[in-house]
């Protein structure tokens, strides 16, 4: 029910290299719709719901989506981000939900790439802290590390959380 020109323009809709029919680029995956500061929707962020490769897809960089520009969930934790003056981040959608879950409303997550300073300032904004609690394994704390570093060259105070081995937030 969704006009075809804008499926295609919200990059929800792509067309092969070979023509032919347009297909859902998302498919076979949940979709997180991502939101800038002003609450609209900026592009899409999709995980795979059983197996298959690549795990997550994100809408193409445009001029309203840049995921090294936004944080998953600032819209809605700024405030609370602000009120606490810390900022927990963790690395991906489904990791901020559990924690939201759980209560914490200061939570954001990175759109799949590695923590960035534009996505540092914008912590900045409300906070010094920044909490860092990435996957138990070790390419979670080498992302870790790397986004303290980060933190630290923005002005940010990063805090590390160990997880178990093989836990995710």
Do not use: H, W
Not at 19 to 35: C, D, L, M, S
Not at 72 to 80: I, K, L, W
Not at 153 to 159: C, I, K, Q, S, V
């Amino acid at each position: 029910g969704v006009d075809r020109d804008l499926a295609l323009s919200a990059d929800l809709v792509r067309t092969s290299d070979r023509g032919g029919e347009p297909f859902a680029y998302f498919r076979n995956r949940i979709i997180f719709p991502v939101k800038n500061i002003s609450r609209q929707v900026a592009g899409f962020g999709g995980r795979v719901v059983d197996q298959g490769e690549p795990k997550y897809l994100n809408s193409t960089d445009s001029a309203y989506y840049n995921k090294g520009n936004l944080l998953y969930g600032f819209e809605a934790s700024r405030m609370a981000i602000a009120r606490e003056k810390s900022a927990i981040l963790v690395e991906g959608y489904l990791d901020l939900i559990a924690l939201a879950q759980a209560g914490f409303t200061n939570v954001v997550a990175t759109c799949g790439t590695a923590f960035t300073p534009d996505q540092a300032r914008l912590i900045r904004r409300g906070a010094r802290e920044v909490v860092l609690v990435f996957d138990g394994d070790k390419a979670g704390l080498k992302a870790a590390v790397r986004s303290a570093d980060v933190a630290l060259r923005l002005g940010l105070e990063p805090r590390i959380v160990g997880l178990p081995g093989g836990k995710d937030p």
